[in-house]
């Protein structure tokens, strides 16, 4: 029986808690599951959520200073060892009964492998907005994923291969989020990331949401300009660096050079326009490229 921990980091999530933790103790399949819990200085009822869930044998929990989503859920990869695999939660979402025995279907065990998959759109009642996060599938190559990002973390599970990685490891001080990290580290070094285009989890719209989906035109495009003319509070340079600080004797030449020029990009204005440019990156859409691009050549991405 294949043994999994599901990481879930928790903050102020009482509204929706309760129908996320159900969901993933009714998973089928021959899996012997762990729901283990980060809180991140809740301050409403969630840790009386998790109290009455821990009295009665469904998870453990722990409570830790306010890290902020990225740095409570690495936090649970590096203390959490003894699994074939992890999978990372939100609090808010519900998820399908199958997510988890489809992806062990999946997940290479012996080298690093993340496992990602599409996502129904939901709104605060889990009413059907009409479509997936994805239309398409997203590219998974290093090339791709190190500028763009694009995985839903909410959907990955990985492989203790992978985990080992984070734990035998210190943290990284800078991350733009936690799943994009896990998945560019996987590919870094030589590890692979596969797209399931299945809806493993029902991705709750509200408005608290960390990440969400924009509905409509005009949401979209006010969400590109402010993507193009914001600095971004961590940057992909900053990640790059911090994976070839801490991981580089693992990772591939060719991959460390990659990831090398990520990480001075914003150097000098030729060298936002070559990676802007570059023809190594899969751009989604017409949209996201323009988008992407823009934010590379003003240094904000």
């Known amino acids: ?63 830790g200073p306010n890290m902020g989503p990225a740095g409570s859920f690495i936090d649970l990869v590096k203390k959490d060892p003894g699994f074939d695999y992890y999978a990372f939660a939100d609090q808010d979402d519900v998820w399908c ?23 129904r759109l939901v709104g605060p009642s889990l009413e059907y907005l009409g479509r997936s996060v994805y239309k398409s599938a997203p590219a998974t190559d290093l090339f791709t994923l190190s500028i763009a990002g694009g995985i839903l973390g909410c959907t990955m599970v990985f492989n203790d291969a ?70 971004a509070k961590v940057s992909i340079a900053e990640q790059a660096s911090e994976l070839l600080r801490i991981y580089g004797s693992l990772i591939p030449e060719e991959n460390r050079a990659w990831l090398q020029r990520v990480s001075c990009y914003r150097d000098s204005f030729g060298k936002r326009l070559s990676l802007a440019l570059t023809g190594k990156t899969k751009y989604a859409s017409k949209n996201s490229a323009f988008k992407l691009r823009g934010a590379l050549l003003f240094g904000n991405r």
């Open 97 to 119: 009964s199958d997510k988890l025995s489809r992806a062990v279907e999946k997940i290479g065990a012996d080298t690093p492998f993340v496992y990602c998959a599409n996502a």
């Open 162 to 231: 992978l985990a080992k990685i984070i734990r035998d490891h210190d943290a990284p001080s800078k991350m733009v989020m936690h799943d994009f990290l896990v998945c560019e580290l996987c590919l870094a070094v030589g590890g692979k990331v596969i797209f399931d285009d299945h809806d493993s989890i029902n991705y709750r719209q509200h408005g608290n949401n960390t990440v969400g989906v924009s509905r409509s035109l005009a949401g979209k495009v006010k969400e590109r300009l402010k993507d193009i003319t914001t600095k």
């Open 1 to 63: 029986m294949q043994k999994i921990a599901v990481l879930m980091s928790t903050y102020n999530g009482e509204k929706y808690l309760r129908e996320q933790i159900d969901s993933i103790l009714k998973q089928k399949g021959d899996l012997d599951i762990s729901i283990i819990v980060r809180d991140d200085g809740s301050s409403d009822g969630t840790k009386g959520i998790l109290d009455e869930y821990k009295d009665k044998g469904k998870l453990c929990w722990y409570s």
